[in-house]
């Protein structure tokens, strides 16, 4: 096989994958036009067209959704062999993909960059930070980071540092304007900043104290799904934020915030890497599961 017929499989595959060209060229490193050339020099040569092309969407045809189906395990095999070349390394090469909430990327993945890339000068880490709701298979991830209840079947999932935890948080301004809220039931006479999903749902704050459990539904004038933007607003006195601890912590030391319900906040939540079950763990992958492994 030329290399030229492996590259336009290449291009393919990922157009199949991803649905895009565009996406598949940034997953390979190339114009969207270089992927779109590649994969008609491909449908030229084999006289049959594998993509259905609108304007709005490509998708598979019935030859093109076979040839993805026997090249998928095929390049997941290519990527395994590959891989056995880091066993004559000192440090595993090539990319690691990873999706993560942009709620919460820095703090997850910040304090391990430095080590994990300084013991392993040979990979390169790339992370797309986003609150939306990933299919990292379809969108060409290795691993994604989540909380272990939103977890699809089909992954394997490891625990990872740190805990999070959150917190409500107000301004002192706002706390000596409104009262300090002394448990979750006094909320209902509060100004609440809401949390909103990026599918622009929203969801209750969740407290727990001892065995009692709390949900509360806020209301109010502001609702964002960035947690540092309700942070602000909370700095600015617009009322009660309930974020990740990690998020308002320089606010809290700083005195710009105050907690507030601290004993109802004490649930911890495990977040998880995960990856496709059935697919290759290369030594890159392994490499940024033992750096964030919760022990």
Request: hydrophobic residues 45%; neutral net charge.
């Amino acid at each position: 096989m030329r290399a030229t017929d492996l590259a336009e499989l290449a291009a393919f595959e990922a157009v199949a994958r991803h649905r895009s060209f565009r996406r598949a060229g940034e997953e390979r490193g190339v114009g969207a036009s270089a992927i779109s050339h590649a994969v008609a020099g491909l449908e030229a040569r084999l006289g049959v067209r594998l993509l259905n092309r609108t304007t709005r969407s490509v998708s598979p045809t019935d030859a093109g959704a076979r040839l993805l189906a026997q090249l998928t395990p095929a390049f997941d095999g290519i990527g395994s062999a590959l891989d056995e070349v880091n066993r004559f390394r000192d440090s595993p090469f090539g990319k690691v993909r990873i999706n993560a909430p942009s709620s919460v990327a820095p703090f997850v993945l910040g304090p391990a960059l430095g080590p994990l890339l300084e013991a392993n000068p040979h990979l390169e880490l790339e992370v797309v930070a986003t609150d939306r709701l990933v299919d990292i298979v379809a969108e060409g991830f290795d691993a994604g980071i989540r909380l272990g209840e939103s977890l699809s079947e089909g992954m394997t999932a490891v625990r990872i540092r740190p805990a999070l935890r959150f917190a409500v948080v107000a301004s002192p301004a706002y706390l000596a304007r409104r009262g300090t809220p002394l448990t979750p039931r006094d909320l209902a006479e509060h100004a609440c900043l809401q949390n909103l999903y990026p599918s622009g749902r929203r969801y209750p704050w969740e407290f727990r104290n001892g065995a009692e459990t709390v949900e509360f539904q806020p209301s109010g004038a502001f609702a964002s799904d960035d947690h540092a933007l309700l942070v602000r607003a909370a700095i600015a006195g617009l009322g009660l934020a309930y974020v990740w601890e990690a998020q308002a912590e320089r606010a809290i030391h700083g005195g710009a915030l105050m907690r507030v319900l601290d004993p109802w906040c004490e649930a911890q939540e495990w977040l998880h890497l995960y990856f496709p079950s059935r697919r290759h763990v290369s030594a890159g992958l392994r490499a940024v599961i033992e750096a964030l492994r919760a022990r």
